[in-house]
């Protein structure tokens, strides 16, 4: 079983990123202001909080969760947050009964956590290794990444699910920190699966703790510099947690990103109007959006990842297809290494310019509504 390789990956870039510093650095500000705007662990009571404030034991009686919920996007509001500069959320995501990762069969099974008009910080799949043989996004972006069934699970049968009478469940930590200041934050939580029987998969949450932080974690030019070479790693958990760390750095990170992909990102605007067309009602304009899309490569993830939700059955195919091609215009790590850093950009400076109305992770795409 491969339980813990992303928690390996993620534990070796928190040990790099917390050894010993050299003298000249050591005289940095302690660290960040922390306080804790929630804390559940769903022992108890869930409260207004939360849009659907379902609380239950697992079947085995070892731990309590929100949920479980299907296919369906489940929301926590908090507000009066005070003066902040960066949130740290942490959950455990329990996935629950007959999750088919990635695979074309019975499969994407997509979730998804977001930033209420702002942000998707994770689309994800899992998959549970009686399940899916074609693996799981997890930990890593759906369609791009691909992992061993349950790969970053901290615990796997563990909660006594069961799907056809054999034990189907999965438990996955998750630590994001990102930029965010506002008074208020409204994370959604979804997902999506491609299913036959409404029992099939189901998902809740066992904790949910979300800090503010009144400063970035500081980095220094030679952890960005290793955090660069990780964005490339061959390994997608590694690469991931990579990201994450640079997110993390905010405003530090995305000058010392800047630096490295100078001349390499085309306009945001530029590539938003692309991907409108990808809406268009002439077939031919269609193609053209998805060829200048594909020719960019990896570096317009960001903005194919923000689309993978559309409410268009055709835009949803198409940035499909472009997602899992986007890594053949360069070789794999460099491909990987610009998508990342695109996308770590692009969560840092989320508030800057105004986004559109995040939509829950949508059905996935397998026909074009509209012929050639
Ligand atoms: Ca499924």
Redesign the pocket.
Known sequence: MNRFPALTAYAAILLALTAPLPARAQSRPAGSRVVVAYHNDFSRQAGKEWSQPTVARSPNDSASLLGPFGGETVSLSLTGLGKHAMVRLSVDVYAIG???GS?KT??P?IWQIAVHNGPVLLRTTFGHKD?SREGQAFPGEYPEDQSPPMSGAMAVNSLGYLWQDRPTDATYPLTLTFPHSGETLRLDFSAV????GKD??SWGLGSVRVELLDRPEPLSQARLARLWELLGDEDAGTSFWAMWALVGAGPDAAKFLDGQLTGKLPPTREVRALIAQLDDVEWNKREEASKALAAYGAVVKPELLEAAGSVSLEVRSRVEELLRTANQKSSAGEARRLGRAARALRLIRWQEPPLPTTVPATAPATQPDREP
């Open positions: 007959s999750w088919d695979a019975y499969g099974d399940h699966f491609n299913t036959l099939d998969e």
